[in-house]
């Protein structure tokens, strides 16, 4: 397997709009946003994999709902190396780890 160190997933910029809950990233080919509140339910560390699976096993498909999510204000995005971003939220969360792979997959399946 060749994994590339690619300069491409770098965003050319990311720009967080807390008044309207969005994530915005632009990179040269791409750009779009993501709502907050989907990216906390989409978090992609072990504490929250674990949650989600629970949830799905006690009542089927869903991911974090609204009463269960703790929150959804984020205070800091990190850049993680040339390749990810870590997101800190309000209440703590901070293991959160979304490789600009992630990001451009999620951007690029919700534009169809
Ligand atoms: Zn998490």
């Known amino acids: 397997m060749n994994i590339q160190a690619g300069a491409s ?39 929250c994999d674990d949650l989600r699976e629970q949830q799905t096993q006690m009542s089927g498909l869903h991911m ?22 870590q997101l800190r939220w309000q209440d703590g969360h901070d293991t959160g780890i979304f490789p600009y792979s992630f990001l451009k997959e999620l951007i690029g399946s919700s534009s169809d």
């Open 64 to 85: 974090i709902s609204e009463t269960e999510m703790p929150s959804a204000v984020l205070k800091e995005v990190v850049a993680v190396g040339n390749y990810a971003v």
């Open 9 to 47: 997933l770098q965003p050319q910029s990311i720009h967080v709009d807390r008044q309207s809950g969005m994530f915005e990233i632009a990179w040269d080919d791409m750009s779009g946003q993501i709502a907050l509140t989907d990216m906390r339910k989409l978090c992609p560390c072990a504490l």
